[in-house]
């Protein structure tokens, strides 16, 4: 199965999944088969994915500039990996593990890469849950109107790890269905692409154990968590005023860890955003 990563032009993001595709590779050799899926124009960011020896896809997504509202620019990356199901790189894989950049790869996930989910699988985010303040959301298709209820109560899956079935999503063209949804409902949002996932799919996504996308801060990261997703804070993210309840237990060793695959070079560029 295919790790696939997705970027934009965020410098930051490169490295993230540089790094990302390293710890990979000390897990699962070098010929595990990675494709990062680029959404922007840049040589230089489409350079250092060829540099770092990953197959690229350069993609230009539905959810763009023009249809995502302005204030979402900023991760406008964070919304591509709602559409691998129509990336032509993909068209022949069944099912992708898409990672978030910010992953450090611990321990090896032999299991994880068995399962075929009837959508997608993702594991749970440690919050709250809650009830949207709409009930509903609507859109049109193809000339036919489409209600989706919210699925009350909203635990939310998080999206930084998600097994994809992408034969299921391009089936009778679900996939279009799916992202006329999102572009009609962009301003219900709270947290970007995440929560087209979990309004949209709601009760039929089906959960991956915590390990698979474990943040540095819980308590049993280093002994469990086999996926490390830098949630929150990320490695160089050390000043003290940000995230101070997220670096906690084993941020620092996993933030050392990370560090340990950069060259000289680009550790000196990280410590420079610290
Ligand atoms: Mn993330």
């Known amino acids: 199965m295919k790790i696939v990563f997705c970027i934009d032009d965020n410098p930051r993001y490169l490295m993230l999944a540089r790094v990302a595709v390293r710890s990979l590779r000390r897990l699962y050799g070098d010929s595990v088969p990675v494709l990062c899926v680029y959404g922007g124009q840049d040589e230089s960011v489409m350079q250092g994915v060829r540099d770092e020896g990953i197959?690229?896809?350069?993609?230009?997504?539905?959810?763009?500039?023009?249809?995502?509202?302005?204030?979402?620019?900023?991760?406008?990356?964070?919304?591509?990996?709602?559409?691998?199901?129509?990336?032509?790189?993909?068209?022949?894989?069944?099912?992708?593990?898409?990672?978030?950049?910010?992953?450090?790869?611990?321990?090896?996930?032999d299991d994880l890469l068995e399962i075929r989910p009837p959508y997608m699988s993702?594991?749970?985010?440690?919050?709250?849950?809650?009830?949207?303040?709409?009930?509903?959301?609507?859109?049109?298709?193809?000339?036919?109107?489409?209600?989706?209820?919210?699925?009350?109560?909203?635990?939310?899956?998080?999206?930084?790890?998600?097994?994809?079935?992408?034969?299921?999503?391009?089936?009778?063209?679900?996939?279009?269905?799916?992202?006329?949804?999102?572009?009609?409902?962009?301003?219900?949002?709270?947290?970007?692409?995440?929560?087209?996932?979990?309004?949209?799919?709601?009760?039929?996504?089906?959960?991956?154990?915590?390990?698979?996308?474990?943040p540095p801060y819980r308590k049993e990261a280093r002994r469990e968590g086999r996926i490390i997703h830098f949630h929150g804070p990320k490695p160089w993210d050390i000043r003290p005023a940000l995230w101070k309840d997220l670096r906690i237990n084993h941020y620092a060793w996993f933030r050392e860890r990370w560090y340990d695959l950069l060259s000289p070079e680009e550790a000196a560029l990280v410590r420079s955003w610290e």
């Open 122 to 214: 993702m594991a749970r985010e440690d919050t709250a849950p809650f009830f949207h303040n709409v009930e509903q959301m609507e859109y049109q298709y193809r000339g036919k109107r489409y209600v989706v209820p919210m699925p009350f109560p909203i635990w939310t899956y998080s999206s930084g790890v998600v097994l994809f079935n992408l034969a299921r999503l391009r089936r009778l063209d679900y996939i279009r269905n799916f992202l006329a949804y999102c572009e009609q409902n962009l301003h219900h949002i709270g947290n970007l692409d995440q929560s087209l996932l979990n309004y949209f799919f709601g009760k039929r996504i089906t959960k991956l154990p915590p390990s698979c996308n474990c």
């Open 55 to 109: 197959a690229l896809s350069c993609y230009a997504p539905v959810l763009n500039r023009d249809v995502v509202p302005a204030q979402f620019h900023r991760a406008i990356g964070a919304f591509l990996k709602l559409e691998l199901a129509l990336v032509p790189e993909l068209a022949e894989d069944d099912f992708v593990l898409y990672c978030d950049s910010d992953i450090y790869f611990h321990s090896r996930f």
